[in-house]
């Protein structure tokens, strides 16, 4: 009985159902209407139709229409009926793409609210849908902004299916579908300044890890950059190329404002899951930054590793060697973008990393792979700079070396200067020198040369490669890297000097030839200090081929075959490595010049050494037998000095300056050429004023005074004899010149000449008494080698502070005078009288006599 009472009451529910649907709205039939009995019957068209036209003729229902969507499918989603919530989803991306985008901000509160529903639930296949319909919504472009509208929940939702971990084929698809989701996000927001700002940290903080999270499960960055494997071509069902994709499309839409918001949690992401070591994947990751960049913006990604680096200045060196690896693989990429004070504060900040590693080792051997890290930044930095900024660069790391005056300097200071020549080196490698004058500023070359005279026998091998770098033009640095005789085998690229060049070698050639003489005198020097000098004027003399370069190479081998003679501090062994490339230098001249006679006498010295003493010949020894005899014993086996200038003239060459006194002479600095040569101490106190002891030091370059002419005469005349016509006759009223008592016979018409007079006879000229003037007598010669060879004797026995005492300019004289003289004005205006101090009228007061008015 009651089961009765109940159906008849449905039934009367149904009916009354049936007679009020007529009362209800329109626009609730119509989306009623599109509903079939069974899902699988699918949405109806027809009445989708009518219900399309219908929102287009009644816009302004659009928002009750959508409104009423959403209750429909939110009945359906919790009574689980998920096939009418896909019809409901369908019918709204039919009407989202009917309408125009006038109307669009009635209609989307209401779709937006039915995606998150949708996102909410807990079946993939609705999270999926939901997320592909809102793809669709965020390609639709907007006229008017909708400043309230907000996608905090979506960014959130996204994020975390893209950290799905749902079992089998469903975790890819929700990845997939949250990475797109997340596209489709940015797009919508970065567009419209006026809405959201997706830029800001709490949105970047969950966007980008979720991207790198996708990416770093992809094995593709761990392959070799050059392999052939296939990239899927359908990579929008693969989770880490779409997440890659989406990475290079977020950092292309980024600003110069908004790149830094990118960068931070990418860095960050790195550090908290601990992806420095190994560094594949940061590598990889950051040449999808660096490349999907505005270029523009390049360095703001260098910037941002900098100062990471920095921040993680503590950590393990294998952390900072990670970084500054993954420095090194982009920042080629954004030198060519950096201009101006960017390029040095670059290399100051790699500079400035280099120095504290040195001052604070934590583990030797991690902390070298480290520093060479930091090199090999520096050099990948420098190469794709401009030839001037590689200059500009190579100038400032020399200005941070500190200068080896002392000896005993600390090992975290010698290892600090090595590790910043070695960072230069690595610069010069990337440097292509064109003409030398460019490359070797004198602001450059001069600590370059200093630097070469180092203590340490390492530091000045590391200058020497340096010089071997900038230098070497013609790839002949391979071929001459070893001494050798035999100089016709290796081929070398000789072409003909230019002009810049062989004024650069005439300018700065005798001050370059004595730091290498110089270094060579030094007794800590071993095999591939002196072979790397070798290679230096090797080097020297093929790119600056010429006349004048080989008779100055020619004068610096005889006088490092002096030094080999005489040297009393070198060892035997160094001696013979001396001789070694004396004769090696001397083949490389001989084949060049290509005279003859010479070439045949270097071939014989060759031959007779191999024969009675080979241990002067290549290869250098840093051990020789005890019974190998030196070569003060064997003088036919030694360079002549007389042969070499003989066999010059034969060739055509004026031997004169070869034929003079040798400027290399017991080690000292000397002149060449008219050209005063400088040791490095002379460089650094050029301007100061040198006196020591008793020795007067005169300037080569003043002019001769009546003193000067009186002695050259006087050395003419023969003082026991009566002088000559040609020495006082000619010069009125100077026949006080001779040292001579006599006097010419104003009667005697017939010219007399002094015995050992040396003018010529016939009438005196200009040119002859130029000659007389200039020409400088063997007694003037001995005194001034004296001379030379004490102030080299005092500069290098004499203590530091003594030298420092001496080199001090002498003001006391001076001093004593100015102060005299002031204190006489000071008594003169004492003594004035006041009138005379009231008619005092400054000058610019005075007028002009009225003699001078015209």
């Known amino acids: ?48 139709e009518k219900l399309t036209f219908y929102s287009l003729s009644s816009p302004e229902k659009l928002d009750r229409i959508g409104d009423y969507l959403y209750q429909k499918a939110a009945r359906d989603i919790s009574r689980k009926r998920y096939g009418f919530v896909i019809i409901a989803m369908e019918a709204m991306d039919q009407l989202l793409h009917a309408c125009h985008s006038q109307q669009l901000n009635l209609f989307v509160e209401s779709y937006l609210k039915m995606i998150q529903k949708l996102l909410e639930s807990t079946e993939p296949e609705l999270q999926i849908l939901a997320t592909l319909s809102f793809v669709k919504f965020a390609n639709i472009e907007e006229d008017t902004p909708s400043y309230h509208r907000r996608y905090d929940f979506f960014v959130s939702k996204f994020s975390s299916m893209c950290h799905s971990g749902a079992q089998g084929d469903n975790r890819n698809r929700i990845r997939v579908a949250g990475i797109q989701g997340l596209q489709a996000v940015v797009r919508k927001t970065v567009s419209d300044d006026l809405v959201e700002n997706i830029w800001k940290p709490v949105h970047m903080d969950k966007i980008v890890p979720s991207l790198l999270f996708n990416m770093q499960e992809s094995s593709f960055y761990l392959k070799e950059p050059n392999s052939t494997d296939i990239i899927p071509e359908d990579h929008a069902n693969d989770p880490p190329m779409l997440a ?10 980024a600003s110069f404002g908004h790149i830094r918001a990118v960068l931070r949690p990418v860095l960050k992401h790195f550090d908290l899951h601990k992806l420095w070591v190994p560094n594949q994947f940061a590598i990889h990751t950051f040449r999808i930054i660096i490349f999907s960049i505005q270029a523009q913006y390049s360095y703001t990604v260098v910037e941002s590793l900098m100062a990471h680096l920095d921040e993680n200045s503590k950590s393990s060196p294998k952390i900072r060697t990670s970084i500054v690896d993954v420095l090194s693989k982009i920042i080629a990429i954004a030198a060519g973008e950096s201009v101006g ?37 520096l050099g990948e930095f420098a190469n794709h700079l401009p030839d001037y900024q590689k200059i500009e660069i190579m100038m400032f790391i020399m200005n941070k070396i500190p200068f080896p005056l002392v000896e005993n300097r600390s090992p975290a200071d010698n290892l600090l200067q090595s590790i910043l020549l070695k960072s230069l080196l690595k610069v010069g490698t990337k440097y292509q020198t064109i003409q030398l004058n460019n490359t070797f500023p004198v602001s450059f070359l001069e600590p370059l040369l200093r630097m070469s005279l180092a203590p340490d026998p390492e530091m000045r091998l590391l200058v020497q490669k340096i ?21 016709e085998k290796i081929q070398l690229t000789i072409e003909k000097t230019s002009r810049p060049d062989l004024i650069f070698i005439n300018k700065h050639g005798p001050v370059i030839y004595d730091a290498l003489y110089t270094s060579l005198q030094m007794d800590s020097n071993g095999v591939e200090n002196i072979e790397a000098v070798y290679t230096t004027l090797a080097l020297l003399y093929v790119e600056l081929s010429s006349t004048e370069t080989a008779i ?6 005889l006088g490092i075959q002096s030094l080999a003679l005489n040297s009393t501090v070198l060892t035997n062994d160094l001696k013979h490595n001396l001789h070694s490339i004396v004769i090696s230098l ?16 270097s071939k014989k010295l ?68 008219g050209m005063q040569r400088h040791s490095w101490v002379e460089l650094s106190a050029r301007n100061s004023v040198a006196e020591l002891g008793n020795v007067e030091i005169d300037s080569a370059n003043s002019s001769p005074g009546v003193q ?61 008494m130029k000659k007389v003037l200039t020409e400088q007598t063997d007694s003037k010669k001995e005194q001034e080698a004296e001379r030379r060879e004490q102030i080299s004797h005092t500069f290098r026995t004499a203590p530091f502070s003594e030298l420092v005492r001496k080199t001090q300019p002498k003001h006391d004289a001076l001093q004593s005078k100015l102060n005299e003289i002031f204190k006489s004005l000071s008594v003169n205006e004492g003594h004035r009288s006041p009138t005379d101090r009231k008619n005092n009228v400054p000058v610019y007061e005075q007028n002009f006599p009225e003699l001078f008015v015209h």
């Open 1 to 48: 009985m009651g089961k009765e009472k109940v159906t008849k009451v449905r039934r009367t529910l149904l009916g009354c159902c049936g007679c009020c649907s007529a009362l209800r709205p329109r626009y609730k039939r119509l989306v009623d209407n599109i509903f079939p009995a069974s899902p699988q019957e699918g949405l109806i068209k027809g009445n989708l």
């Open 341 to 377: 004070p960017s390029v040095l504060e670059i290399i100051n900040s790699l500079l400035s990393h280099l120095k504290d590693s040195v001052k604070n080792p934590i583990s030797q051997a991690e902390e070298k792979m480290y520093q060479e890290a930091l090199i090999n930044a």
């Open 606 to 673: 060759v031959a007779a050494r191999k024969q009675d003493a080979p241990h002067l010949l290549p290869d250098l020894l840093e051990r020789y037998p005890a019974n190998c005899e030196l070569a003060n014993k064997l003088p036919h086996l030694l360079i002549d000095q007389m042969a070499i200038c003989e066999y010059l003239k034969a060739g055509g060459l004026d031997p004169t300056r070869l034929a003079q006194t040798s400027p290399y002479g017991a080690g000292a600095p000397g002149t060449s050429s």
């Open 586 to 601: 001397l083949a490389l001249v001989a084949d060049e010049l290509a005279i003859k006679e010479l070439k045949d006498y």
């Open 552 to 557: 100055d190479i020619l004068q610096l081998i």
């Open 467 to 487: 010089l071997h770098t900038l230098i070497d033009r013609h790839s002949n640095l391979e071929k001459l890297t070893k001494p050798i005789v035999n100089v």
């Open 708 to 768: 000067k002419m009186r002695e050259k005469l006087s050395s003419l005349c023969d003082s026991r004899t009566k002088p000559c016509d040609e020495c006082v006759c000619y010069l009125a009223n100077m026949s006080d010149f001779c040292s001579s008592p006599f006097k010419p016979e104003p009667n005697d018409n017939s010219p007399t000449k002094c015995i050992t007079c040396k003018l010529p006879e016939e009438a005196l000229t200009f040119e002859s």
């Open 244 to 253: 890659e994709t989406c990475l290079r499309e977020l950092v292309t839409r």
